[in-house]
């Protein structure tokens, strides 16, 4: 569990701050050409321009550079062997759900609203659903937030195993719904 919210932090960290320089740079030299303006289909240009992009007055970015530090801290305090209460796990939990939905949001104000896919936003999105399903399974399934050999903890302990599938599942969704959504992605990028 240490080691999956180090990784994934660290991923969805470099993401949020990599749009963070792009906007930057942008803002500073309005002939700055965004790295991950890739095509009209793949364009952090675009999807920065749009009022999704600040949901909160300030640039979307900005809570995943502050945000994801805390499941790199978390994850190596617990390398060191510390020890949380049920109410830091439950507020952790809530943390970690909170940023899955905003990022299904996010996803699919992409997609269906503004038209164009950010590369930037793809890794932190990619970064926050094994974040979220390795989460969630472990505080259900080891006890963390439900009582010890309840029925709920047990059956999702059985689940914990096959936590990649759920991981794999939300990104065939995503790629599903990609492809619905933007059919000629592919030719563009030169893959067909």
């Known amino acids: 569990m240490a080691i ?4 994934t932090g660290a991923v969805g960290w470099w993401g949020a701050m990599a749009l963070i320089v792009e906007r930057v740079r942008s803002l500073a030299d309005p002939a700055y050409e965004i790295a991950c303006d890739v095509n009209p289909l793949l364009s952090c240009g675009n999807v920065m321009l749009s009022p999704q992009a600040s949901l909160f007055g300030f640039p979307n970015p900005l809570l995943g550079v502050a945000g994801f530090v805390a499941p790199m801290a978390v994850g190596v305090a617990l390398l060191a062997g510390a ?16 940023a899955f939905a905003f990022v299904v949001w996010l996803f699919t104000q992409s997609v269906f609203v503004i038209g164009v896919l950010c590369p930037y936003c793809l890794v932190v999105w990619a970064a926050v659903i094994p ?52 059919p000629t992605l592919p030719a563009s990028l030169g893959w067909l």
């Open 83 to 98: 020890r949380f209460d049920r109410w830091f796990w439950g507020m952790f939990v809530a943390g970690i759900t909170g």
């Open 131 to 182: 974040m979220f399903w390795a989460t969630l399974l472990w505080a259900f399934g080891t006890g963390t937030l439900t009582r010890a050999g309840s029925g709920l903890q047990r059956r999702v302990a059985r689940l914990m195993p096959f936590g990649w599938a759920f991981v794999v599942a939300s990104y065939a969704a995503i790629a599903l719904t990609i492809l619905a959504a933007f």
């Open 4 to 7: 999956t919210l180090i990784i």
